[in-house]
Each structure stands twice: as structure tokens, then as C-alpha cells.
């Protein structure tokens, strides 16, 4: 796979990563105050993860190594346990928030 079209993939990736965090800040911002305080540090960590990921992607598209096999473990690996603490949060948030926010 050539570096640029993984670079391209990647950032529709983020994209959709990004729409996802900000539909969990939605749900999380109807929570109560103690609700909400739990699910802060999830948040935190998707945001850090998020932005490690972007942060590899720009330097893999502006360094455009010969060899980026190693990155792209990395961003995967991050991609892996972003996906996990997003399930994590959302399953928190779903048994947290009001039935009549929609999951």
C-alpha cells in the first residue's frame, strides 16, 4: 500500500473518529454532574488518543519514510485502543444517561 493513500484513509478515519467523540460529548453534556465527572477521564483519553493518531498521520504524510511499517503498527495499535475506550465510555454513558437520549 502506498504511504499516501494509507495517509488518506487514515484521515477519513479521524474524521469519523472526531463526529464520534463530539456525539459522546452531546450525550455526556445531558448527564448529571456526577454522571458526568465518571466519564471525563474516558473522554480525555479518546481526545489524547485521537490527537497522537492525527499527530502520526501529519508526520507520516510530511516525512513520507521509506520505511513506515512501524508507524503504521503504531497508529494502528492507537486505532485499536481507541476503539476500545470509545466501547468502554459508550457503554457507560448508555447506562448513565436518560432513556431519552438516543444510543
Known sequence: MNVQDYCNGLEAEMTAWKAKLYDVMRKVDKLGSAE????LPNIEDLHMLLEEMTDRVETLKTECPSDWSPMKKDI???TVDMRGKYEETMDYIGKAS???IPG
Not at 36 to 39: I, L, P, S, V
Open 76 to 78: 494502528e495499535g492507537g
Open 98 to 100: 436518560p432513556v431519552s
Open 36 to 39: 458526568k465527572e465518571k466519564a
